[in-house]
């Protein structure tokens, strides 16, 4: 969808980078990252890796697809065998 119609519904007007976030309590919000983890196993200091998400929304429909930065780290990071670091 980011370079082209809404597969959904094929609307043309499209809203791209749309910082996303979750509600931390009723004041408070928090911005949505995708998540990865050096140790997973680990019951503390995982090591996690971060990067921003943002989305991309059809203005017609609502459809919304979800695209996080660097996504190629991420990759990287669960391909490897855990740190014993």
């Known amino acids: 969808m980011k370079a082209g119609p ?13 910082r996303m976030a979750v509600s931390v309590d009723r004041i408070s919000s ?15 200091l995982k090591g996690s890796v971060q990067h921003e998400t943002t989305a991309t929304i ?11 930065a ?8 669960l391909a490897e065998p855990p740190s014993l670091e």
Do not use: F, H, Q, W
Not at 30 to 44: I, Q
Not at 70 to 77: C, D
């Open 30 to 44: 928090a911005p949505l990252v995708a998540v990865g983890y050096k140790r997973p196993d680990a019951l503390l």
């Open 58 to 68: 059809c203005a017609s429909c609502g459809y919304t697809e979800l695209y996080t």
């Open 6 to 18: 809404c597969p959904r519904c094929g609307g043309k007007e499209i809203l791209e980078n749309v």
């Open 70 to 77: 660097n996504p190629g780290e991420l990759a990287r990071l």
